[in-house]
């Protein structure tokens, strides 16, 4: 499942935003407060998988941290 979200900017400028299911479930996690290596307990991954995965999900949502998507993610009642 991917999720598309539309954001509109100052001038028109429209974002497109797709989140995969597997993003949303390691946004979901790392939002508890868990640690890294919790979270890659609970997945079955390696702790590098995960920061890796995190850095690609925010990477693709345009986002510099994991915050921002973890916010981003909330407000639109994602998580």
């Given amino acids: 499942m991917t999720v598309l979200q539309h954001e509109t900017f100052p001038r028109s400028r429209t974002v497109h935003r797709e ?41 693709r949502l345009g986002f510099g941290t994991a915050v921002e998507a973890i916010v981003w993610a909330a407000r639109r009642g994602l998580l």
């Fill in 19 to 59: 989140i995969s299911h597997d993003d949303l479930q390691l946004l979901r996690l790392l939002a508890t407060g868990l640690p890294v290596d919790a979270v890659a307990r609970r997945l079955d991954l390696s702790e590098r998988t995960v920061r890796r995965r995190t850095r690609a999900a925010c990477d």
